[in-house]
């Protein structure tokens, strides 16, 4: 595909506006306003680093949701979460917040490094006006904080209540205002969380229609390709390890969970994981085939364009054909995908590691199903 002055010009434009920051997600202006509001009130003139917010976050709203549910008489749940699980409910609750805010804010610097990884790699080894398009759009989506933001509020109003039926079901409290803002404003946290996750999956689907620049005689063994899988795939050990730290929190809260639980906590735990592997594989598979029909084509016309003279008695004529189909068996015979055995071991990891986590989570659950009846 022949780069053009438009082609050119739009990657540059492209480039300009990432390097410039012009691409700002929900995440990155609400720590910004934070940031601004800490340095008022420290009078520090220097930005905070992300990790102080955070956690300075995250302590301001673990005091609040504590004095929101006292005042709102729901002093029998702060009771009933500190002996819950051997007094472990206490620290879990806790640990939500924390996990809450900083899963969304990791997911966030995750996509800001795909964000500097585009600019640096694949913008100028993108060989087509629809793929830069199709980023462009890409980053429109992730960066619209009013759909974001949407997505968030209608999140909470549709599944927060089911976390709090499972509170009260499992505390045998009713839930007051305290309760319902407290997980209401950490539900939205987690949201947030799960819309960068699913701008992440929109990316590893739309990429199979990208057109980049690969090594001609082997697409599969490109440097770039590597790179995109290893950059893709952190995601899939993010939402692993997400998938851990909630297997063990529940497991902690609940203590004896129901069938039903254990589905959702399993659901939660691989089934992100698994699309997002299986959605980064094949869209790499996708952009290393087209890559090798483009240069298989080629070939195929070269060697028509041969045939085309019917001088076959020539002897040079023939020892071109002959090389000509000898490199298109070569180009035909590569690996039409990027796996291979430290992907699919890394994948595997990934799933072992949640169901290492629910195991340790209720391991009494477990003791008890291979012990020895008398």
């Known amino acids: 595909m022949s780069t053009d002055t438009t082609l050119i010009e739009k990657r540059e434009e492209l480039k300009r506006r990432l390097a410039a920051g012009e691409y700002k997600t929900l995440i990155d202006i609400f720590l ?36 929101i549910i006292y005042l709102s008489g729901d002093r029998a749940l702060l009771i009933k979460l500190t002996r819950a699980s051997a007094g472990f409910g206490t620290l879990t609750i806790t640990s939500g917040a924390f996990i809450s805010i900083g899963s969304a804010v990791v997911m966030n610097q995750y996509v800001r490094r795909i964000f500097v990884f585009w600019h640096d790699e694949i913008l100028d080894r993108t060989e087509s006006m629809t793929s830069l398009l199709d980023f462009e759009d890409w980053l429109q989506k992730t960066c619209n904080w009013r759909l974001h933001l ?5 999140a909470v109003i549709i599944l927060t209540p089911n976390a709090i039926f499972m509170v009260n079901t499992q505390f045998g409290v009713s839930a007051g205002y305290g309760l319902i803002s407290s997980i209401s404003i950490l539900s939205m946290f987690t949201y947030a969380f799960v819309y960068s996750f699913l701008m992440v999956i929109l990316l590893s689907a739309r990429l199979r ?46 203590g004896s969970i129901d069938p039903y639980v254990v589905v959702v906590q ?16 094949t869209s790499l598979s996708n952009i290393i085939r087209r890559a090798k029909w483009k240069t298989l084509n080629e070939i195929q016309a070269k060697v028509e364009k041969l045939q085309a003279v019917e001088n076959f008695e020539d002897k040079e004529t023939m020892d071109a054909i002959n090389r000509l189909m000898d490199y298109h068996d070569r180009v035909k015979a590569t690996r039409n995908s990027a796996l291979d055995l430290n992907t699919t071991l890394h994948f595997i990891n990934s799933l072992l590691l949640p169901l290492l986590a629910f195991l340790l989570a209720n391991l009494d659950l477990v003791l008890k199903l291979f012990a020895r009846q008398p």
């Open 32 to 67: 910004d306003r934070v940031d601004r509001l800490l340095r008022k009130i420290t009078r520090q003139s220097g930005t905070l680093p992300t990790w102080i917010i955070t956690i300075i976050l995250s302590l301001s709203l673990i005091l609040a949701g504590v004095v």
């Open 150 to 154: 949407l997505v968030i509020i209608i």
């Open 209 to 254: 229609q990208y057109d980049l620049k690969l090594f001609v005689a082997d697409p599969s063994s490109s440097e770039l390709i590597s790179r995109l899988s290893r950059e893709l795939s952190w995601g899939i050990y993010m939402v692993a390890v997400y998938g851990i730290i909630g297997l063990i929190s529940i497991g902690l809260i609940f």
């Open 266 to 281: 399993l659901l939660f735990a691989w089934l992100p994981t698994i699309i997002l592997f299986t959605l980064i594989q």
